[in-house]
Each structure stands twice: as structure tokens, then as C-alpha cells.
């Protein structure tokens, strides 16, 4: 009986020490974690979301001249993807910033807006400066082959998808947003197209300033 007794309190002890050592273990690996992460800081939060878009591009403005993101580095950028057949979305948006770049006064030159059409095979350079011109603002129009749009869209997270209608035409379903880029090429927000011009003022100030 008491043989039973002792093998049993034994056993229990052995059971304790083993789930002791088994907390001392987790205890370390976690103390090892912790000092790990201290040693090796996850990436800047600000630093990712001013990398989120943009990127390298090559398109064509409609003298012909060929533009890339270097080119645009001389002051920040509101840019936009469309196309000039575009019933709604498009003009509206690009006749808004020609209006909240006149509220600004003369601080509305100190950025560029630039509109990317995102249907090659009908908007050639020419096309696009004709488009442009409309809005009585400065804007930059740009498009290139199928291939740079493709470039330029990864980098900006932009949707663009043909949609055919009666007679073998079609229309294109496009990302709405308005990319503002500061002068480094860094993101700096969008502008929706359903927010107040209250609001979109002020993110364009903050982009100028």
C-alpha cells in the first residue's frame, strides 16, 4: 500500500517537473521572440503607404514626346485612368479638377494633372491632346502600347476591362480614383469621385504644401 503510495506521488512529481520544464521552455522561446523582433523592426508603415502606388512608367504625351515617372518629378500629380469616350465619369472628374485647381488660385499650378487613357486602340496622342485641351486647364494626356499600360496600371492598382456593345462596339469599366503623387513619386491619396470638394481641397493642399 504504501510502496503504491510513494510510486504515485513519484509519478505526480515527475508529471510537475515535466510541466515546469515545459513552461520554461515556451518562456524562453517566447523571451527570444520578443528580442528577435526588438533586433529586427517590421518596415515603416508610412514608408509602405507612400510606396503603395506608382512605379516606373513609360508612356507617350501627344507631341509624341515619350514621358516617364522622371519626367513627372518636378511637382506632384493628380492622375487619372479613362478614356476619351468615356460617357460620364471621365469628363466629370477632369472638369472637377480643372475647377478645384481654379479655387486654389495660384497654388493651383504647382501641381500637374495627368490623364491616362487606358484605350490605346482608339486614343492615339493626338486624340488625347484634342480631349485635353477641353477642360481648360493644363493637363497632361498619356497612352502608350497595350504592354506600358499594363506597366503603369500594375503599379497603380488600376482595373480596366472592355465591355462590348450592340453593333461590335464597346465601352470600358475603369478604376474612378484620382491618384495624388507628391513630387518624389510617393503616394500621397486619392480623390473619389463622390466626396465633397470641401474634402478633395484638402488633400490637394496637403500635396502642395
Not at 21 to 42: K, M, Q, S
Not at 65 to 82: C, D, N, Q, R
Not at 93 to 118: T, W
Not at 136 to 161: M, W
Request: charged content about 20%.
Amino acid at each position: 500500500m504504501l510502496d503504491t503510495e510513494q510510486q504515485e506521488s513519484r509519478s505526480g512529481l515527475a508529471r510537475l517537473r515535466t510541466a515546469l520544464w515545459l513552461v520554461l521552455g515556451v518562456a524562453t522561446l517566447v523571451g527570444l521572440a520578443v528580442i528577435y523582433d526588438r533586433g529586427h523592426p517590421a518596415g515603416n508603415p508610412a514608408d509602405d503607404y507612400a510606396h503603395a502606388f506608382g512605379g516606373p512608367f513609360t508612356l507617350t504625351a501627344p507631341d509624341g514626346a515619350t514621358v516617364t515617372e522622371k519626367t513627372l518629378a518636378s511637382k506632384p500629380y493628380a492622375i487619372f485612368f479613362g478614356f476619351t469616350r468615356c460617357p460620364d465619369v471621365c469628363p466629370t472628374s477632369l472638369a472637377r479638377m480643372a475647377r478645384l485647381r481654379k479655387q486654389l488660385g495660384p497654388d493651383g499650378m504647382k501641381f500637374n494633372i495627368v490623364f491616362v487613357s487606358v484605350d490605346p486602340g482608339h486614343d492615339k496622342p493626338a486624340d488625347l491632346g484634342n480631349y485635353v485641351a477641353l477642360f481648360g486647364t493644363p493637363i497632361l494626356g498619356l497612352t502608350g502600347t497595350d504592354a506600358q499600360l499594363d506597366q503603369i496600371k500594375k503599379g497603380y492598382g488600376v482595373y480596366s476591362a472592355k465591355v462590348p456593345q450592340p453593333g461590335g462596339d464597346y465601352t470600358i469599366d475603369h478604376t474612378a480614383a484620382i491618384y495624388l503623387m507628391t513630387a518624389r513619386g510617393e503616394f500621397s491619396g486619392t480623390i473619389d469621385h463622390q466626396e465633397s470638394d470641401a474634402t478633395a481641397l484638402a488633400k490637394l493642399k496637403r500635396l502642395i504644401a
